[in-house]
């Protein structure tokens, strides 16, 4: 006689005439938990979703804050930063990559025309007058450093030349039978002393000049000079780089890579062209600049010395306001602000 099986309540599946699962016992179930949870406690609002046995999803288990009897959720996803924003180490990171790049670059194109092996860029006519720039300058500090000599052995000249007429003098008071003889010698020291201090103001207005010419107004040129090297330099490590690219293969990946080194080679270009014509432009003020100062400090000197070592004051003393210098008078010291006033 068959036996009737037990029933299972947990292997009852309602289903509605249609044939759809009943599901008002699942909502029930959510009901009466949620009834015989304790209100007040600040819990969440917890609802069990089940699945049909033949399903492969698990059962879910869906929490949101229980605000007045009401569940609100909350969305999450991924945080979207506005192109706006930009980090500061990030931008410090990609200064630092693009002068390391820039580095390596000109490091490998100097080396390779060093060893012979890269093409330079050269423009004769200009390269030509960099190089007699630098020859002058360096002709023009040996000039500079003998007439510093010649500045410092004249002032102990002119310093022993007044000491020696100061001992002249002293004698010529002290020794009744050769006054006239010390006071002829003391006489001629002090005024060779005197015509030395004007000559050593002339040599030494004369120094600062040239030194002025040499040590700023060259150099500023030669500083020029040294960035258009520099532009020159980078402007062919991408002209290589572009050229290389361009004997190799045409595809998708190369083609980018081609449009950016066009685009840096073009802007390296610029550069170059505009750092050649500024060179251009203060070599050109430069030379003109120099004729002029070295005209009237040669004159200067040449007048100097030939009306000191003729023993004719009066044309020195004319070469000095000639060329408008005020000598200082030994010892005495520049009048204060209230003297002046």
């Not at 200064?95 to 000109?106: A, E, F, G, Q």
């Not at 860029?121 to 500079?144: G, H, P, S």
Request: one cysteine or more; a negative charge; charged letters at 25%.
């Amino acid at each position: 006689m068959a036996q009737e099986s037990p029933k299972n309540s947990a292997a009852e599946i309602p289903v509605t005439s249609n044939g759809e699962v009943d599901d008002s016992h699942e909502h029930g179930f959510n009901r009466d938990l949620k009834h015989s949870l304790p209100a007040g406690l600040g819990l969440s609002e917890t609802q069990i979703t089940s699945h049909g046995f033949d399903s492969t999803k698990e059962g879910v288990i869906e929490g949101g804050a229980f605000q007045g009897g009401q569940r609100t959720q909350t969305k999450s996803g991924p945080v979207i930063l506005a192109d706006e924003i930009k980090n500061p180490a990030m931008e410090k990171l990609e200064l630092v990559r693009k002068w390391s790049l820039n580095t390596y670059k000109c490091t490998r194109q100097i080396i390779s025309e060093k060893l012979g092996r890269g093409s330079r860029t050269v423009d004769l006519e200009l390269e030509a007058q960099i190089d007699i720039l630098r020859d002058n300058k360096k002709k023009y500090e040996n000039i500079l450093r003998l007439a510093q000599t010649l500045s410092t052995q004249l002032f102990q000249m002119v310093h022993t030349q007044r000491q020696l007429g100061d001992a002249f003098a002293d004698l010529s008071l002290k020794s009744l039978e050769l006054h006239e003889e010390f006071g002829y010698n003391a006489d001629t020291q002090k005024l060779l002393a005197k015509n030395g201090e004007t000559l050593l103001g002339a040599i030494n207005f004369f120094i600062a000049s040239v030194n002025t010419l040499v040590n700023k107004t060259i150099e500023d040129t030669l500083m020029t000079v040294k960035q258009y090297e520099s532009a020159r330099i980078e402007y062919d490590a991408y002209r290589t780089d572009l050229e290389e690219l361009n004997l190799g293969p045409r595809d998708a990946n190369t083609l980018p890579k081609i449009e950016q080194s066009q685009h840096l080679f073009q802007a390296h270009k610029e550069k170059y062209d505009k750092m050649r014509n500024d060179v251009s432009i203060k070599l050109k003020f430069l030379e003109e600049n120099k004729v002029k100062v070295l005209h009237n400090q040669l004159v200067l000197f040449h007048n100097a010395i030939a009306a000191y070592f003729a023993g004719n004051q009066k044309q020195l003393e004319q070469t000095l306001k000639q060329f408008h210098i005020k000598l200082k008078t030994p010892g005495v010291d520049a009048p204060s602000w209230l003297e002046e006033q």
